[in-house]
Structures are given as C-alpha cells and as structure tokens.
C-alpha cells in the first residue's frame, strides 16, 4: 500500500478484539489472611459461581469492574486442592452480602457455568499454569498469545 495511503474500515467490521478469546485467572482467594483460601473455591464451584472479595482500594475497584465488564461467555480459570478448573461466566456480577458469602470473602459474584469434574493437568493450557505460577489472588486476564484460543478447544473437548 502506497504510503500516506488510509484506509477506512467500516464500523460493521470485526475488530481484533472480536477474534481474541477472553480467559482470566479467577484464583478466587481472598486478600485477606485470616480467611481459608479454600472456602472461596470451594463455594464457587458448589454454587456456580466466580468472583472476589471485598474491594478496599481503588486498584480493587479497578478489578472489579473488569470483572463485571467481562462478557458473558468469558473463560475463566481456577485452582482448587484437586487441580485446575474451567468455567464460563454466564450472567451479571451482583453483591452477595449473606453470611457464608463474607466468610469466605466471596461477595462480588457472578454466574459461572463450571466444567463438572477438575481439568487433567495434561489438557490445561501452557499459558494458564505460567499465569498461576506467577503467584498472587487478583483476578487478572490471561492475555498471552494463544491462552484464549487453547482454553477454548480444552472447554469445546469437555463440556461436550
């Protein structure tokens, strides 16, 4: 193409994004050190549900609404006592004040469709055990290249 050459794309087309697969690290642990780390998981795979806790910070907030910007359809991982699980956000974020909810520092939900039974660690993506490797509790996007695509074929492989 010439140089100095624009060329207009019309609003109707796909943009990048809409190609990318969304998947986030859901580690679902509370930020708080006086709380279990597994009732989170716990209650959120009981439940199906994905979410955080408290937010205390304006970083926190940020994430929060991340979270419940996230489209419905988007991959989310997670990591119990018994290995990785994968899941599908399905609804609205809501605030659950309940009693069980504060406990585990669960209370910024949202509807998750979960894979029944943990992943084989043979079927979780390279990209998500680096993003879980790394440590911390945030919710974050998986954003390297290929996690979203390589999430996709393992839920398309069982959820079937």
């Keep these: 193409?010439?140089?100095?050459?624009?060329?207009?794309?019309?609003?109707?087309a796909p943009s990048y994004a809409s190609f990318v697969t969304d998947v986030y690290r859901?580690?679902?642990r509370s930020r708080r050190d006086d709380i279990d780390p597994r009732l989170a998981v716990e209650r959120a795979l009981e439940l199906g549900l994905c979410g955080m806790g408290t937010t205390d910070d304006v970083r926190a907030?940020?994430?929060l609404e991340r979270f419940a910007a996230a489209p419905e359809?988007?991959?989310v991982w997670t990591r119990g006592p018994n290995g990785f699980h994968l899941g599908r956000l399905t609804g609205?974020?809501?605030?659950?004040?309940?009693?069980a909810a504060v406990a585990a520092d669960l209370v910024h939900v949202r509807p998750c469709e979960w894979i029944?039974?943990?992943v084989d660690a043979a079927l979780v993506p390279e990209q998500v055990s680096?993003?879980?490797s790394r440590g911390g509790r945030n919710l974050q996007r998986i954003g390297t290249l290929g996690a979203g695509e390589a999430t996709r074929?393992?839920?398309d492989s069982l959820a079937a």
């Design 1 to 12: 193409m010439p140089s100095g050459v624009r060329v207009q794309i019309p609003p109707s």
């Design 26 to 28: 859901a580690p679902m």
């Design 61 to 63: 907030e940020r994430r």
């Design 73 to 75: 359809g988007t991959y």
């Design 92 to 99: 609205p974020c809501r605030r659950d004040d309940s009693v």
């Design 116 to 118: 029944d039974e943990p």
């Design 130 to 132: 680096y993003a879980f």
């Design 153 to 155: 074929h393992t839920w």
